[in-house]
């Protein structure tokens, strides 16, 4: 899933100052998952507004909205028939769904919430953790299914470094070193032979150094 | 041979080695590297230059290399990965080549965030053994990473470095292997203190043949004080130093640490040298340039051979 975080309050509270009347957009994909912007946290965000901008004496009016997904267009057209009653949307989505309301509603302000991370796996109940970089082009089945791209702090493909200690990134005793992982399980797998193989340099195109990525599928399309 | 380095040749000829380290200066001043020259002058066979080294902002490598090269030094051009894709490498590759630069190093360079830019994007578009490959490349195939033909061939001894003391450590041979297999001719290791860990490594390396494929240079860094000795152990990634030294260093008095701390470095270069597959010593007198002399005379490399 695509994880984020909530903006702090004040952050939002400067985005939204010159509005009286907004419409605050949850998600029920990825950001509800990761507990940052479905339905429950729609509502705290919404309390939090009304009450801090009651107390300065500039009240604030918010619909509430929470869409099945902001990365789909017949879901975002859920917000049609009200949205000219506001003045803003603030969506609590991911950056992919902030950006997609913003292009279908071009003439209101659409507002982020969140700031969008990475894309992860719940560790455990409240630990998300990032997986995937999203490079274009997989090589896991080289390095026992861990990601040196996403794994290793500096995306090694001829790792690890000088670096690790004692299964540690040199950036953070907390961090894991990726490569130390994917030695540990290509040792498990009984797979490690091929490590003294040089990686080639990698094809970064496919990565977002290509470019603003799309694909098409013409099977698919209407 | 395959390029004009003095560093190679020596080696090559068989003879023990002895390189050392100058860091580039935090500012424009050039007298701060050729103030650090003048203290290396005839003891040792290369210099070393670092790039950027922990992160920290300072002048260029490439131009450091370039002041010691006109007061007669053979530069070991640093080169990390971290800050430069492999559009910029090969260009600074090519200028190098162009201005007499005849060692390299391949690295894959500290993480910004030890820096003091610790909000930068990094690239690590290679590795260092992708850049160990892509200087081999150039060299031997006269060819851009790209294909096309190049004008003019890039002659470097390629060097990279190598920690005994990283984890995991059943690794480190076959990431030695890793960086042979890519074409690596010296290698310069990481600060050695714990020596019967580095002997070790090396019955390791001599197990697979790899001493008789690549000079290793074996990095020691002479404590100036027990506080240093303490602060290495417990503050810089991948470094063993044995309980033992830190005790050795308090047992004598704060005035005379800094001696007992060259000391230890020159005890360590005797039974270096003894090793097996070591062909020379890579002395990393951090700020301390001033100390060189006297460590490489005291463990009987000097005078240097005049190769």
Wanted: glycine residues 10%; charged residues 30%.
């Amino acid at each position: 899933m695509i994880v984020a975080n909530r903006k702090p309050l004040e952050e939002i509270e400067e985005m939204v100052k010159g509005y009286g009347k907004i419409i605050l957009a949850g998600c029920n994909e990825c950001v509800t998952v990761c507990a940052v912007g479905g339905e429950k946290e729609v509502g705290i965000l919404a309390s939090e507004l009304r009450l801090s901008r009651k107390k300065d004496g500039n009240e604030i009016e918010i619909k509430e909205v929470v869409l099945e997904r902001q990365c789909d267009h017949e879901y975002i057209e859920q917000l049609r028939p009200f949205v000219d009653e506001y003045e803003a949307i603030l969506s609590m989505a991911c950056g992919a769904g902030v950006q997609f309301v913003a292009e279908k509603y071009r003439g209101k302000p659409v507002l982020p919430a969140v700031d969008t991370s990475f894309l992860g796996v719940t560790e455990e109940q409240g630990v998300w953790a990032e997986r995937c970089q999203g490079c274009g082009s997989c090589v896991l089945d080289k390095t026992g299914g861990i990601c040196p791209i996403a794994r290793c702090s500096k995306s090694l493909l001829n790792g690890p470094c000088g670096g690790s200690t004692d299964g540690k990134c040199e950036i953070d005793k907390e961090v894991e070193c990726g490569w130390q992982l994917i030695i540990d399980r290509l040792k498990e797998l009984g797979h490690l032979e091929g490590y003294e193989e040089v990686t080639p340099v990698k094809d970064w195109s496919t990565s977002r150094d290509g470019g603003p990525r799309r694909r098409v599928r013409e099977d698919l399309k209407l | 041979m395959t390029s004009d380095s003095r560093l190679e040749r020596i080696l090559e000829g068989g003879e023990f080695a002895v390189t050392s380290e100058c860091g580039p200066p935090r500012g424009a001043d050039p007298e701060v590297i050729t103030k650090k020259g003048e203290l290396l002058k005839g003891y040792v066979d290369a210099v070393n230059v670092t790039d950027n080294q922990t992160s920290v902002v300072r002048m260029s490598s490439f131009a450091s290399c370039i002041l010691l090269k006109e007061m007669g030094f053979d530069p070991i051009l640093q080169m990390v990965c971290r800050d430069r894709n492999r559009i910029a490498l090969q260009s600074d590759i090519l200028g190098a080549a162009a201005l007499g630069i005849n060692n390299i190093l391949c690295l894959t360079g500290d993480h910004q965030k030890f820096g003091d830019h610790p909000t930068a994007k990094n690239v690590f578009d290679l590795d260092s053994v992708q850049l160990i490959q892509t200087v081999k490349w150039m060299r031997d195939e006269g060819k851009f990473l790209g294909g096309d033909e190049l004008k003019g061939v890039p002659k470097f001894f390629i060097g990279a470095a190598a920690n005994p003391f990283a984890d995991p450590f059943e690794i480190r041979v076959p990431r030695l292997a890793k960086k042979v297999n890519a074409g690596v001719q010296f290698i310069q290791t990481q600060c050695i203190y714990n020596l019967d860990r580095f002997e070790q490594w090396m019955g390791m390396v001599r197990d697979r043949g790899l001493h008789e494929k690549v000079h290793i240079l074996a990095g020691v860094t002479p404590f100036k004080s027990v506080g240093m000795a303490k602060y290495m152990k417990n503050m810089v990634p991948g470094m063993d130093v044995p309980d033992k030294l830190i005790e050795r260093l308090q047992g004598v008095e704060k005035e005379n640490q800094a001696e007992e701390g060259i000391k230890i470095c020159v005890e360590s270069i005797q039974r270096l040298k003894a090793i097996e597959g070591v062909h020379g010593v890579h002395v990393m007198a951090i700020e301390w340039e001033q100390k060189v002399p006297e460590i490489v005379k005291q463990a009987g490399l000097h005078p240097r051979p005049s190769a």
